[in-house]
Antibody, heavy 122, light 107 residues
């Protein structure tokens, strides 16, 4: 079964850091780009970051550029999101999503995890 | 950055109705347009990619059309399980912008 399982969310104070993980199974992980998408409570979807199959290319939304870092470990079939200098507006459910393409700038998001909640509050 | 808009923001419809949702891009995105369905408490699900290609396993009552800046998602005969929020997404630029969503609920 094709599956993505996120972990690492929680309650964190403003200015602190958090690292999200996404474990992939059921498909050839290193054939595809991967992405993080977030959804604030009661709001729409916001693309956060993407990474190509071989980590050669990454992209970030302006709202997180310079604070978040995406990475992957193909040997472990895992995707990560290092989030630094967290703000209240980063509070959201963070989804891991598989691209239908190997490039981080193409494709659709054909498999999604169930998400991990990040709450930034003092 | 490419901005995406959707109309309407919400609609009420009955089972069996034909439903059309419109998505507009702030600049031409060719056919780099995807549609997703999201039910409450669930992750989004890919319905349509490249403007008009039906994702595997998605019922044929869903269809997509358009190119350039104007796109539509059509549900030919609304079923009870189709009540959800629908999002368009551009994949022309790296930023993968989503539209604000269209909520379809029961009349």
């Amino acid at each position: 079964e094709v599956q993505l399982v996120e972990s690492g969310g929680g309650l964190v104070q403003p200015g602190r850091s958090l690292r999200l993980s996404c474990a992939a199974s059921g498909f050839t992980f290193d054939d595809y780009a991967m992405h993080w998408v977030r959804q604030a409570p009661g709001k729409g979807l916001e693309w956060v970051s993407g990474i190509s199959w071989n980590s050669g290319s990454t992209g970030y939304a302006d709202s997180v550029k310079g604070r978040f870092t995406i990475s992957r470990d193909n040997a472990k079939n895992s995707l990560y999101l290092q989030m630094n200098s967290l703000r209240a507006e980063d509070t959201a459910l963070y989804y891991c999503a598989k691209s239908s393409h190997s490039s981080s700038s193409l494709g659709a998001f054909d498999i999604w995890g169930q998400g991990t909640m990040v709450t930034v509050s003092s | 950055d490419i901005q995406m808009t959707q109309s309407p923001s919400s609609l009420s419809a009955s089972v069996g109705d034909r439903v059309t949702i419109t998505c507009r891009a702030s600049q031409s995105i060719s056919s780099y347009l995807n549609w997703y369905q999201q039910k409450p408490g669930k992750a989004p699900k890919l319905l349509i990619y490249a403007a008009s290609s039906l994702q595997s396993g998605v019922p044929s009552r869903f269809s997509g059309s358009g190119s350039g800046t104007d796109f539509t998602l059509t549900i030919s005969s609304l079923q009870p399980e189709d009540f959800a929020t629908y999002y368009c997404q551009q994949s022309y630029s790296t930023f993968f912008t989503f539209g604000p969503g269209t909520k379809v609920d029961i009349k």
